[in-house]
Nanobody
Framework: QVHLVESGGGSVQPGESLRLSCVVS????????MAWFRQRVGKEREAVLA????????LYLASLKGRFTISRDKSKNTLYLQMNGLLPQDTAKYYCAYKPRDCPTRDSAGVFSSWGQGTQVTVSS
């Protein structure tokens, strides 16, 4: 069982930055894929970014290129999502997710086996 706990969400103004964290605990398989998803009000959950434990990131939302980056600190068992230049349309609940083995090449929430409870990000002036 893998347990994920997100933190770092909050309310910010457009143009500001936030860094989300996701602490991972439990029996993780190596290699694995860790990802960030988000769900905006009235929308389906969508994949944002994923990172493979042996190297390589996958960006699922091209519109976020250059603004959002994913990273992980294996020594702290923590996944991060750095979000810069936030826009009102980035307002959503953000979730981290885990799956063993490689990252999907397409937005595929169903293949992830463990999820955090989510952290809310609100971007508003």
């Amino acid at each position: 069982q893998v347990h994920l706990v997100e933190s770092g969400g909050g309310s910010v103004q457009p143009g500001e930055s936030l860094r989300l964290s996701c602490v991972v605990s439990g029996d993780t398989y190596d290699p694995n894929c860790m990802a960030w998803f988000r769900q905006r009000v009235g929308k389906e959950r969508e994949a944002v970014l994923a990172t493979y434990s042996y190297g390589g990131d996958t960006l699922y939302l091209a519109s976020l290129k250059g603004r959002f980056t994913i990273s992980r600190d294996k020594s702290k068992n923590t996944l991060y999502l750095q979000m810069n230049g936030l826009l009102p349309q980035d307002t959503a609940k953000y979730y981290c997710a885990y799956k063993p083995r490689d990252c999907p090449t397409r937005d595929s929430a169903g293949v992830f086996s463990s999820w955090g409870q989510g952290t809310q990000v609100t971007v508003s002036s």
